[in-house]
Every structure is written in structure tokens, then in C-alpha cells.
């Protein structure tokens, strides 16, 4: 189903290597040699596609399906319609993430310096480096193998960065250090200056920036996202992080291990995150806070105190969701009480 | 007025002829041969100047205007002061739309690819297209005719764009298909990955976005906006729709036709959107909601439902407007009453 | 401290200069030419080390310093340790600023053009300046002496730049005018078409945008923020304001002087910013308003109304900081009332 002028299709593959890599069981009498030739949602798989189920709001779709199998929670697993075989799994999401990794892997990095990218000659490429057109890499930078840099990104003097990353188009990088296995995508700023100055009225007084970003192992980071480096400490994105597009991270931020923080969210300067904390789209922190592990920050949400670990906190100002729940049911109800407000 | 140096003036023009542009009608007795020079607000337009009137709060501006005339709906034509010729139109900024574009066409394309754009052999460029310096064009793109691209814009491997675009500096381009007449201003992300993996203690697993992204002709996306391609049906934005700065449009959102989107707004994966919404500044909308035609989302409205065609909704989060007003009301009354808060 | 790899140390100082720079008061008995070799956070700092205090937050930090001088207000000396000198000032971050800037004064500019950059013959640079590999400058720009900038930067015809600015990498600027000592980040989007149309059903009608950008001197815009240029009178930043990341300035926005605009904030178009104003991170202002000189906007606030000269406002829709925190408590009250809810 994926268009095969972007995407390549490595299968097809048998149904029982199928549950092999997405670690789900095949029921009793299921046909294991059977051909499964893609992934697809639902509504659009055919006899020959593999697809999964994980949101209720799609049962009907379920219902219909004619895939040949799904990956499925043995308790929806009744829904699944007689033609299409139920791979039971209790991560039906996550089978279904390494089943379509085997069937469309990353494209492979193809090595080489295209002649029109500029690397400066104390710059140090790992093995099997792809450096694209209009790439420019400046004095000192050191790449680790296997990466792909895409064109017209920009790496600035000193910085490091590890094994298999990819840095996305016009992308631009100084005073950091990336890990190994990391996504950063197209137009990702990172290193920067923080908004550092002392406010005064005869003109702000700037602050130098004088520490680095790091970020750990294994992060992806979305694209047109903002990451400064700190101001005398580091800013740190913790190994396993994934962060969306148009987020804002402030200098001196310490992101956790793991921690999901989704699109056009804004961290301030010096606050901190524990590990697998997650951040809904549009959140905000103020600065100097502490957000403890496992907390979870909703969407929109406007944090202004500290969030113990494991707490979830919604609205502006943030409080905990069930005060934010009756918060909510309090002002609906006064709202639609017409005749007492005026 | 506008400044030389970026705007070419191809004015003059006569009273009649700037009447007929705009379809609006020149009234009994005026001289239809009188010359218009340019185009300038209320403010600032002088005896030579055409104007337009369409907002209320610049009425005071109206009464003191020195243009030679101005774009009016018949109910306001009785401010304008006696040295101005009152345009009579239903739609005056829409007649003024017209007339500017008469005087100001936007820029020609200069046909040609610069020395130092990077074109792979396999591309396909239309007739009279110009590429300007440091753009790289991938194997197995095709690009319409009379299309211009800017300085350092990437367009990745097999990428389609239709006739007569403009993609702005810095902009990248993978994964999607563009239609034509379709404007991308500097720092527009198309295509790249979406937010998709299987949360994992253990570690995120990342989900293989295996859709594109497809806009319709006529559409405009503005400054680094960032639109990611499907997860595996497309994301898709329809024929005419305006899209504003630092927009994020996740994975398989889909956008219907002649929407309005303004800037910093967000819109989380899988949503749908009919026909003619309009989506204030940074409104946000959670996945998989469906936003009736019509439908017109408040600023900063957080939108956690579906919301019916023809709709509209504040507040986050977001309740119909009349509900929301009366919040508002109860809340800033309750605000106000001191002695009873304590 | 810094990572000698990004940051060169021009130190060490003895501590009567360190105190001349910052403007602050050796004490009596103060060993005037103890030697001074860097500046570090206090928990961070050794014993040849100058930090400061100026967020009570950080007391305990303060009393288990190890630092060798401490800047700080009068008020709280008491706090320092004994092996730590006292630097008595009135504003102690901005005497650290000064003092952090002696230490590491900003990276020299290396005069020359990049072989791989690309200026139009009829471009003018002055004197000093650096243009990194990639970037592209059109006809008739003016660029003012000693300017740096980086990597991949477009600058579209005919806009002009002061003197001592810095233009960070991948940036873009069109139709717009800069002045002197103006520091735009990687990824700003300056000069590009406002989101200007008059809608209709039939197909959006552009408005030409024919107004410029003007940015007064000594102005930072951080990075991938987004700044349109006028529709008809110009979009204008005042002197010596800072605009941190992702921020979106509409059309004809005027900001004036030593204005504070905090990351993702958004200012709709049309609306007046008088001098010295803070807008915190998120805030969103809708088009049109008037926001007097010395008014704080706090983050995430909604601003639908003008707001007078030196208010302070919070909240969406934005209200005065006590109406604000009544609301707040009052909905907070209500929140923890189980009871009465249902």
C-alpha cells in the first residue's frame, strides 16, 4: 500500500516469521505458512495485509476488516472478523512497529561526500558516512559511522555526534554533543544561544551562553525544533527521549530517560524532568521546576509548580486531573446556567 | 508608497479600470478617467492613492482620509469625506485584493537553474522554472512548469510538485505531492517522519511512517510550518487552503478545502477536518477528532471532541461560544467579588 | 569550566578588576589581587571561581558555595560563606553578565567570503566581514562591517544589514531592513508574505503584502522565529528588544523599544506594543490591540482586549494578575468541593 516511489518493501513474509518478530501468538490452526505481502490500517488492508488493533474508537473498522491477520489484546480478540487471522499480543502497537520495520526497513545510508558539501579538513567522518549536497561541516567536528547527514544541514566547529544518526535537511548544530542511533529532523536547531540577558532599561545586558546541549542514545527529535544550549551547566535530553516538531527546550533544561514530549510544547530555562515523563502538545513550564518521573503534563497544560513523580496535571494553572476534572464540571455547570449569571 | 526596492509598481490606472478590477461600481458623477497611482491605508493614502474600508475600528481613519478613493459597502459610504471617490462593494477587501494584485503582481519567474543548485540527472523540471542558488533536487523528482524555488530548499527523492509553486528558502520537501499554485514560504517542513512508535519502558519502538503528504492546488503554507507525512494512509491538505507561520499538522490529518489556519495552531494525528474551517492562533486539536465544515475554532481553544459543522467553539477546554462567554462571565464575576472568594 | 572546545577563557582576572567590570563593591579586607580564572554556577564553582546569587530559590546553593566571589545584593551577605568574598551590587546578574563577557567575549569574526558562498556582483559587504560556506546573497543587498554570517543564510535582494550584526545558520531574510548589532538565530524567517487574504468560498484572494520588516539595532530574534513583513506600513521591532525562539510576529506588528518576548508567544497583526514590555512564553495577543509601555503579559495568557501602560495581565481571555488570581482561587475552591459539584 505504501507508495513504492518512497518506500521499499522488503516482505513478503510467512504469517508464523510474522508473530516471530512482532513476538505475538499464532492461534491453534492457523495457516503459518501463509503469505502476508504488507501492513496496512483496517479500513484499507486486504487479504494479503497484516494490521493491528489498539484504539477502541476503530472497532467498527475491526469489525470489517479483511486483513488477512491482526495484531490484537486477547480480550478484543472476539471482534476480529472469521477471514482474518488474531495475532494476540499485549502490545499490539509495538508488534506492529518491528513487523513494519522488517517489511520497510530505514533506507540504507549510502556512503559518500557529495562534491558539493564542504567539510572542513580537520572535520573526522565515521566509516560509511552519507554527507549530502550543501552539507557544511565545520573545523573539528567528529561524526561516528554510519550516519547520513541531508542537504544543506550545517554542523558547526567541535561538535560531536555518535554512530547511525541522521540529521535532517537545513538542519543546524554548534556547541553539542549527539549519542549514537539519533533522529534529529529537518530544520532541528540545536546548541544555540539561551535567552540569556539581564533585562535593564538602558539596554539588556547579554548573558554568554557558556554551556553545550547533550543528547543521549537513541532520541528523536522533530522538525523546526528548538533546543538551547545552556548557560553555564548543560542542557540534557536524556537517552531514549522523543521529542515532536516546534517544541522549545531552554537552556539548562534536563530532560529525563525516555520522556515523550509532543508537539509545540515549551520547556523554560533550568527546569527538570525525570525519566518517561510525558508532555502533551502545547504544554508549558515556567523555569526552575521540578517535573518528577512519570509524571504526565496534558496538553495545554500551564505548569507552574513543581509535579511529583507519577502525577498527572492538566489546565492553566496546572492542577492535578481530577481537580481539573471538577474545575471543569463546575464551570460548565455554572455556564449553562443561563439564568443566574446575568 | 510600498518601497522600490522590493515592489514594482505597474500603475497608473484610471478610475474605471480600478473599478472594474475590483467589480465594484463607480458612482454617478465621478471622473472615471481620474488617475490612481497606487494603493495605500487609510492613513497614510494620498490624493493619488486607492483605499479600502472594511473594519469599523478604523472608522475615525475613514472620516480623515486624503485617498482619491476607497473600497466601501454602501452602509459606510456616507463617512467618507467629500475629496474621495466611495467604491461601493459588497466584499471591499476582497475588491482591494484585486486591485493590489493589479499593481503589484508578484515577482516573474526568471527561467534558469543556478550554477550552484544541485539538479540529480533523474529530475524533471517543467519549462521556466528558476532555481536559485544552493537548492538540491533529488533522483526522481518532477516539477510543473513556471515553478520557482529558493535559495537552499531541498526536494527529496521522487517528490512531485504541480505548476506554476513557489517554495521558499530553506523549505524541505520529501514523501509528499504538491498541486498547483501552491505557495511554501522559507522553513517549511513537508514530509518527514511522524510522531509514531510504541511507548516502551524499554524503549521507544519506533512505527515506519509509510504514508506521504498530499496539498491541493492553490493552497499557501506559511514560515516553518511543519506538516509530517502519514503513518500509512497520507496527510493530506486540501485545494485552497491557507495554513499560517509555525503550524504543526500531524500524521494522517486530514484537511479539507479552502480552510483557514492560523499561526502556531496544532492539529495531533488523525484528525479530520471538513471544508472551510477556520482554526485561530494557537488553537489545538488532540487526535483523531472530526471538525465539521464550517466549523470555526477559537485562539487558543483546546478541542478534546468532535465538533459539528457550521460550529463555534472557545475556551479549552473548547464549549460551544455562548457557554463559553457565560463562563467567562461567571469567572471574572466570582473574580471580582473579594469578600466572598476568601 | 566551559568546554574549552566551544569557548575560549580570556581570564584569569585579579578580583579588583573582576569587581571594576561588574561595577561592584570589594569589601573591606578583600584580597584585591586574588586571582579569578573563570565563572561557574554555584554549586559548581571552586575556589578560583566567580558566581553569583540573584533567585532566592538557590539559597541553599548559596551557603554550600565554594566559590571564591559571589556577586549579590546587599541584603542577602549574610548568606555568604566565609571563604567566599562578598561582591556587594545592586543588580548582581547584571554585573555577572559584564564580567561573563570579559571572560568569554563573543568569538572573533574572521573577514572573508567562503569560496562556496554565492553574492551577487552587485552586493555590497562592508568591511571585516565572514560569509560562511552555503550562503546565498542576492542583488543589491547592503551589508554593514565586521558581520558574520553563517552557514546556509539566504538574504534576498536589496535587503540591507548594519554593522556588527551576526546571522545565524540557515536563516532567511527578504524584504526587510536591520540595523546595527542585531544577532538573528539559526532558522529565522524574516520578511516573508503576512497571512493576508480576503477569504472567500470561491478560492482565497491574496493581498499583496507590500510593507517591509524593520528590526532597530541591537535587537536578538532567536532561533526559527518568524517575522512577516507588513501589508502595507511595515512590521517594525524596536531598539533593543529580545524575541527568543519560535516566536510568531504577524504583519504590521509594531513592537517598540527594549521589549521582552518569550519563546512561542504570538502577536496577531496589526497590534502595538509600546516600550519595555514582557510577554512570557506562549502568550498569544490577538490583531489590532493596543499593550501600553511597561505592560507584562504573562505566559500562555489570551490577550483579546488593549491592555494599559504598565498592567499586568494573565489568563485566557487575559484579566488583571489580582482579578486572575481570585479566578483561580475561586475555581480551585469550587475544584475541591466534591461534594457540591454533583
Not at 160 to 189: E, F, K, M, W, Y
Not at 201 to 213: D, E, I, T
Not at 221 to 237: E, Q, Y
Not at 249 to 258: A, L
Amino acid at each position: 500500500m505504501a507508495d513504492p516511489r518512497f518506500f521499499a518493501n522488503r516482505g513478503p513474509f510467512p504469517l508464523k516469521r510474522i508473530a516471530e518478530i512482532g513476538g505475538a501468538t499464532l492461534p491453534d490452526g492457523a495457516d503459518a505458512g501463509r503469505t502476508i505481502a504488507d501492513v496496512a490500517p483496517l479500513d484499507t488492508a486486504g487479504p494479503n495485509d497484516l494490521s493491528w488493533f489498539d484504539n477502541k474508537r476503530y472497532l467498527d473498522q475491526l469489525r470489517a476488516t479483511k486483513a488477512a491477520a491482526c495484531l490484537i489484546a486477547a480480550k478484543f480478540a472476539g471482534s476480529v472478523p472469521a477471514g482474518t487471522v488474531a495475532l494476540i499480543t499485549d502490545k499490539p502497537y509495538r508488534a506492529y512497529a518491528l513487523i513494519a520495520q522488517a517489511f520497510y526497513p530505514a533506507p540504507p545510508v549510502v556512503p559518500g561526500v557529495h562534491p558539493r558539501a564542504v567539510v572542513h579538513p580537520s572535520a573526522r567522518l565515521g566509516s560509511g558516512c552519507e554527507v549530502a549536497a550543501g552539507v557544511v561541516i565545520e573545523a573539528g567536528v567528529r561524526i561516528g559511522a554510519h550516519c547520513r547527514i541531508d542537504a544543506n544541514a550545517v554542523i558547526d566547529a567541535n561538535v560531536t555526534v555518535g554512530a547511525d544518526c541522521r540529521i535532517g535537511a537545513n538542519a543546524s548544530l554548534s556547541h553539542c554533543q549527539i549519542g549514537n542511533r539519533v533522529t534529529l529532523h529537518p530544520g532541528v536547531r540545536i546548541g544555540q544561544d539561551g535567552f540569556g540577558f539581564a533585562p535593564d532599561p538602558s539596554g539588556h545586558v547579554k548573558v554568554p551562553q557558556l554551556g553545550r546541549v547533550t543528547i543521549g542514545d537513541d532520541c528523536e527529535i522533530g522538525a523546526n525544533t528548538t533546543i538551547d544550549r545552556g548557560s553555564g551547566s548543560d542542557t540534557v535530553v536524556g537517552a531514549g527521549t522523543w521529542i515532536d516538531n516546534l517544541v522549545q527546550i531552554g537552556h539548562n533544561v534536563r530532560i529525563g530517560r525516555g520522556c515523550i514530549i509532543v508537539a509545540q510544547a515549551g520547556i523554560s530555562g533550568s527546569t527538570r524532568l525525570g525519566d518517561f515523563v510525558a508532555l502533551g502538545g502545547q504544554a508549558g513550564l515556567t523555569g526552575h521546576l521540578s517535573i518528577g518521573s512519570g509524571a504526565q503534563i496534558a496538553a495545554q497544560a500551564g505548569v507552574m509548580g513543581d509535579v511529583p513523580a507519577g502525577e498527572t496535571v492538566c489546565g492553566a494553572p496546572a492542577v492535578p486531573i481530577r481537580e481539573f476534572f471538577r474545575q471543569t464540571a463546575v464551570l460548565q455547570r455554572l455556564g449553562k446556567q443561563k439564568g443566574k449569571v446575568e
